[in-house]
Structures are given as C-alpha cells and as structure tokens.
C-alpha cells in the first residue's frame, strides 16, 4: 500500500445510527472492489459530527479504477443511494496520504 485515501465525512449527527449502517454496508463492497479498507470510525467523544474512513490503494491510478467499480457495483450504488435520499452526509473531503517509512 502506497496511497491511503483518508475520506473525512461530516454527518448529521441525529442521524448517527444511518450513517453508521451507510459505513456498515461499505466494510464488505469495499474489499470486494479492490480497496484495503483500514476501517470506518464514528465519532466516539468530543465532536459529534466528524467521521471517518481510510482505504489503502498500491497507486493513484488504482484509487481511480477501484472508484469505477465502486459506482458499478450493486451494493455499492444503492448504498450510495441511501445517502443521497437521508442526506445524513452534509459534506465529504477525500485527502490522500503517504505512509512514513522509516
């Protein structure tokens, strides 16, 4: 893994638990696509709206084909769906990270 996609979301927090499933649903379609999926995290204390996930990728070039079977994927379109129709995703910011090797 070369690239990590850390996707900062934040939500709506009154609507936790349909984010939470939105995230739920993403922890099977995502390795199914081609992500190294890091994980899913939920606000826990202090801010109530800021969650985020983390996906690894061997390359840029991998992200962007990952990204092309993510939309063409069943589950991944309805998923995406779901958060379009709840609107428990008020904004979502993708930056891409480097691990620090010794």
């Given amino acids: 893994m070369t690239v990590v996609c850390c996707?900062?979301?934040?939500?709506?927090?009154?609507?936790?638990e349909a984010f939470e499933?939105?995230?739920?649903?993403?922890?099977t379609i995502i390795p199914a696509c081609?992500?190294?999926?890091?994980?899913?995290?939920?606000?826990?204390?202090g801010t109530n709206d800021v969650a985020?996930?983390?996906?690894?990728f061997e390359s840029l070039a991998a992200?962007?084909?990952y990204r092309a079977r993510l939309k063409?994927?069943?589950?991944g379109a309805a998923n995406?769906?779901?958060a379009q129709e709840k609107r428990f995703i008020q904004c979502e910011r993708r930056t891409f990270l480097t691990p620090v090797a010794a």
């Fill in 72 to 75: 063409a994927h069943p589950l």
């Fill in 63 to 65: 992200y962007e084909a």
């Fill in 34 to 45: 081609g992500g190294d999926l890091l994980g899913y995290f939920m606000p826990y204390e």
């Fill in 7 to 16: 996707i900062r979301y934040v939500i709506d927090p009154f609507q936790r």
């Fill in 52 to 56: 985020l996930a983390m996906i690894g």
């Fill in 21 to 27: 499933d939105y995230a739920r649903n993403w922890l």
């Fill in 80 to 82: 995406f769906r779901m």
